[in-house]
Structures are given as C-alpha cells and as structure tokens.
C-alpha cells in the first residue's frame, strides 16, 4: 500500500465528524480550534504566523509538501523565510503529503520539520468536506487522536497574546525613522516593510508602557485570540490618543485600536485566513484584493463619530479598516505585508512613513 509505512490517526470535530488519515508530523495528541486557509502555497509563513496560535489549520489547497522547508537563514535579526522563529500552529491538516520535494532553498521535508517542532501533521483527510462542515457549522473546536483520547481543548481561554510576544525591548536597523512597535504576535515581514523606509524598529512587549520611549510613530502588530484580554494594551493606546504621532495598526492591532477609541469588537463566525480577500476603500470605486488571518472584527455600527470607516469586505461587508477624521491615525484588518500573490495594499507602508514625516516637520 502507498501510505503502509504512516500512522493512522483520527481527527475528531467538536459536533461529532470524524475523519481518518495518516499521521506525517509528531506523533501526539493534540487539540485546539480548527480553521481552514485557501493559500495555494506559503505554508512555513503560515505555520509560523503567530496569528495562529492555538489553532489546527486544515489547508484547502490540495498537495502540500512539494516544495519542502527553506533554510533558517538569518536577516535583520529574523528568519528570513519564515514569520518568527518556530511554529505557532497546533496541528496541520492537508489532503495529499508529497513525499519528495524539490526548491533551490529546500533544507529538509515538510513532516520532517513539523517532527522537530513536535507538531502533528494529517494526510489523507477530504478537506474539501471539512471545509464545507467548517462553513455550515462555524469555526469550532477539533482534536487529532492516535490511540488514547483526550478533551477539547479551547485556545481562547487563555492568554495568546502573552504567549506570542517577546519578553524584552529590542531594535532593529538604524534609521532615521523611530517607529515604536508593540508586539502582539507580530509577523516578521511587517518589520522587513517598515525598514525598507529607512526606519528604525522599535520592538516592545504586548503590555510594555512605552510613553517615556523616544519615537516617531506608533505600530500596533497583529497577533492570536480576543482583543479584549489585552486590557494593557488598550489602556496604553488609549493614553497615546492625547499624542499627535502618526499610528497605525495591523489586524488585531485594528481591534485593539477600536477598543481603545470606544468601539467594540466580535467574534467572526468563520474567520476570514485567506489570500485574495476582496476590500473596497470607503469612499471610493477602490478595490484591492488581501491577505487575511483573523477571527475578530470591528462592529461597524460602534465606529465612533470621529472615526470612519477605512476599507470593507467585499464577501461579508465586515469592516476592514478605520482612520481618523482629522488625525494621522488609520488601521486595517488585512495584511498589507503579505507577499503570497498580490501587494495591492503595501502602500499603506508608505503612507504611514509619509505621516511620520509630515509630523516631524
């Protein structure tokens, strides 16, 4: 038989699916929420998103593996081909395993690395059914079992942010643009895009009171699990809202930055972890197509009045960005960073450098 030589083991889903595969990553069981991700490729950025902390991701695309795991080559003080420096997924689900790879910057095996960083991984699930159970259900809990069983375990009843942050203040690069960054999960490519504008980078703790820091402009990251629970965070950024620097926040950064200004948040009934998610800029005939990986979103009927809608989802019309009426201050639920396919949305970059500038004149 093809698959004689893998272990067999079942992936269980809170409302009662079973679905029987083969084990290619560690073998343990393990448990967390399950979402699905549409990328056709990107999955050592996808793993090691901290955006994905807790969760099983059931990849939609269906062979996975081909192009193996790149080099952990060192650029900037980060990995340069991965989003932080380990895996922050539970679990991979995917349809076909290929055995063999082939890519110039392949260092070893897709279940090869996932055992290393002692991460379960199935094979032969119809994800294509699981994402349709996913659908009609709504995002849920889910469990991989090898011979023992064990309890749902939910991620959001603890602190992911806290988990994924750094623990202490570091810098990178030397330029003339101070940007203070508070880390809730960031991914990596968000600070390769701001040194790209000769900047330097600032990197602080999710919870870091960082009013005494010297800087130019204010970064809030993206980063796993409810806003809510990151009650530092807010208050520190509902203190900066007596400031004048240029702010600007990605993903849960937007929602941490809705919370502060009085807005409230929700959470999505599916998610939206996919690439070329279609957004229009409000106000314009503009649309742009996103990368996205989040849960939460901004209820748009608590937007207050001096804030405005910056962007909206095409699919769901669930908000997609804020900006300030009169202030340099804007964010977006999507990654402008992203660079799976389209860079529609990279400008953004630039126009917070540009507001930085502007305000320092």
């Known amino acids: 038989m093809k698959y004689q030589h893998f272990r067999k083991a079942t992936l269980v889903l809170e409302e009662g699916s079973r679905f029987e595969g083969f084990s290619f990553g560690y073998e343990a069981p393990v448990s967390g929420e399950i979402v699905f ?11 090691t998103d901290p955006s994905y902390r807790g969760q099983i991701i059931v990849l939609t695309y269906p062979s996975i593996g081909n192009y193996g795991v790149p080099r952990k080559t060192t650029e900037e003080g980060m990995l340069k081909f991965f989003e932080s420096d380990h895996i922050h997924a539970r679990a991979l689900i995917i349809a076909d395993y290929s055995t063999s790879f082939n890519h110039w910057n392949a260092e070893k095996s897709l279940g090869q690395w996932l055992k290393e960083e002692k991460v379960p991984g199935l094979f032969g699930v119809d994800t294509r059914q699981l994402t349709k159970i996913i ?4 995002t849920m809990l889910a469990k991989i079992v090898f ?44 600070i390769r895009c701001l040194l790209e504008y000769d900047s330097t980078v600032i990197r602080v703790p999710w919870d870091y009171d960082f009013h005494h820091e010297d800087f130019d402009g204010l970064f809030i990251s993206n980063g796993p699990g409810d806003p809510v629970r990151c009650t530092e965070t807010i208050e520190n950024l509902r203190a900066s809202l007596t400031k004048n620097y240029p702010i600007f926040g990605i993903c849960l950064g937007q929602q941490l930055m809705a919370l502060a200004v009085g807005a409230e948040t929700y959470k999505l009934s599916f998610g939206h972890r ?51 009426n009169s202030k340099p201050w804007f964010t977006t639920q999507f990654h402008p960073e992203a660079s799976s396919g389209p860079t529609d949305t990279a400008f953004l970059f630039s126009h917070f450098i540009k507001a930085i500038e502007s305000c320092k004149k």
């Not at 659908?135 to 709504?138: A, F, L, M, Y």
């Not at 207050?304 to 300030?324: A, C, I, R």
């Open 37 to 47: 991700n549409t990328a056709m490729t990107g999955y050592p950025e996808s793993l």
């Open 135 to 138: 659908r009609q259900k709504g």
């Open 147 to 190: 011979d023992n069983d064990i309890e749902f375990d939910n991620p959001d009843l603890g602190h992911l942010v806290d988990q994924v942050s750094l623990r202490q203040r570091i810098e990178y690069g030397r330029g003339k643009h101070r940007i203070l960054l508070v880390d809730c999960g960031v991914k990596s490519n968000i």
């Open 274 to 324: 996919s690439h070329n998610q279609p957004v229009i800029e409000d106000g314009t005939s503009k649309a742009y197509l996103t990368s996205q990986n989040h849960g939460y979103a901004v209820k748009t009927a608590s937007i207050p009045g001096d804030w405005k809608p910056y962007f909206t989802n095409l699919n769901d019309n669930s908000n997609e960005g804020l900006k300030h």
